[in-house]
């Protein structure tokens, strides 16, 4: 018996659009994870890139639940001393929305190169729109 494993060139990527508008900003994460990995397939292969483009719309219009978007707070540090920033989720929402969601998908793919190659694959944008029409994206269903 041997088991059998895709090649690189073996993998055909699609291209998946989520609307984010009035979803959980997690639930969303999560499913954009899965599809960047390439979980959803019949052939994933955990060490290496099978998955799909993700296109995510409306990433502005997000929301959180409970209290996080008063009490949570994103930090980042400059390697400085006293180069310790942070930014409340409530004020990162308005200012970059792309960023709060790309933090989020970030957290649940791998860290190291194949997890930085799978989130190159993921494009946020705040409104309904975006150019990647060419690419004749297919909406994704939860």
């Not at 055909?12 to 390439?38: F, H, M, Q």
């Amino acid at each position: 018996m041997k088991t059998w494993t895709p090649k690189q060139g073996e993998v055909e990527r699609k291209w998946v659009v989520i609307d984010a508008k009035d979803r959980v900003l997690g639930r969303v994460a999560v499913e954009c994870a899965r599809i960047l990995r390439g979980k959803n397939k019949p052939q994933f292969a955990s060490h290496m890139d099978s998955g799909d483009f993700v296109i995510v719309i409306n990433a502005d219009k997000v929301k959180l639940t409970g209290k996080k978007l008063k009490q949570k707070v994103y930090y980042s540090h400059s390697n400085y001393p006293g180069g310790l920033k942070s930014i409340k989720a409530e004020t990162l929402l308005i200012q970059k929305p792309d960023k709060m969601f790309r933090l989020a998908v970030r957290g649940m793919l791998p860290k190291n190169t194949l997890g930085r190659a799978q989130l190159g694959k993921l494009k946020i944008y705040a409104s309904d729109s975006h150019p990647h029409q060419a690419q004749q994206p297919q909406p994704y269903n939860f």
